[in-house]
């Protein structure tokens, strides 16, 4: 019970400012923030620059969300990221990456999750909306039963816990949450055909209002189990009751209409799908 209670005091909605709640780890010269500290801009110079955002604090489950605006233009060559990962070996990952393109072709969208060290579960779209227009949500939301990917409230992916059966979910390690931009010539876009017009450079993109929803952790096992025993049950944004019907037909539209790649069905390499292709996800 003091277990609970201790975990439950620790979790909070919070919009957190990134001058406060986060480091910038790498490149520190290319992030500005707002006056505020709730807005951040963060930027690709060359192919050897780029920047990282790291949350000061780590957490293990919940939700975390923040508005992005992408690189405008000519985009080909850079990647700009929002996940959550853990730190050493055998880590896991929760992924959001968006992959540039040329001028008039659209971005691609990438997720991925990553268990035990074991990822190769992507599922990739094309957005329907301009991504460089104006800001839009996304957001993580993990739980020790689902991960969801969101899109301005809209679901796009589901991942479920069916560790029971096998098949590795991220559950014991705690997680920072990250926010990046780099470059990746070699594959990002069409396979690396087309590379980085660095004339274009430095290739900006923008972050707004992070929200965490979490449960702060340092690992130890007193603060897993709290964790994990306040996210299981009690309707937090994303509880183990799964999607509404309206949450789950939104999300099939999106994955019918604008999803471009999915591991369990366009396998690449010869390998065949995991077990969990075969589950029910949502």
Partial sequence: ??????????????????????????????????DDGHGLTMSLKSNSSGCL??????????????????VPGNSAGTVTTYY?????????????????????????????????????KEMQFVPWFDPTAD????TISWTPCMIVWYVDD??????????????????????FGYSSIWSAE?????GGRVKA?????????????????VCPCDGADSCVYGCAGAFS????????????????????EVQKTHRIYDYCVDYRDNKKPGSECSLPQY
């Fill in 135 to 138: 800001f839009h949500a996304y």
């Fill in 154 to 175: 809209v679901p796009i992916r589901v991942f479920r816990n069916y560790r029971d059966k096998g098949i590795a979910y991220p559950i014991k390690r705690p997680m």
């Fill in 84 to 120: 959550t990962s853990s730190v050493g070996a055998d880590h896991d990952e929760i992924d959001f990456e968006f992959l540039g393109n040329e001028t008039g072709q659209p971005y691609t969208l990438h997720t991925n999750v990553f268990a035990d060290g074991v990822g190769k």
């Fill in 233 to 252: 049950h009690g309707g937090r944004q994303q509880n183990c009751a799964g999607l509404t019907d309206q949450q789950r037909a939104k999300m099939q």
């Fill in 197 to 213: 017009d660095w004339s274009k450079a430095p290739f900006v993109a923008g972050y707004r209002d992070m929200v965490l929803d």
């Fill in 1 to 34: 019970l003091l277990l609970v209670a201790v975990a439950a005091a620790a979790i909070g909605l919070a919009s957190a400012s990134f001058r406060d709640n986060c480091d910038i780890k790498w490149n520190p010269e290319n992030a500005a923030f707002s």
């Fill in 186 to 190: 070699d594959w990002a876009t069409q």
């Fill in 53 to 70: 955002l790291q949350t000061k604090k780590q957490f293990i489950y919940g939700s975390v969300s923040t508005l992005i605006k992408l």
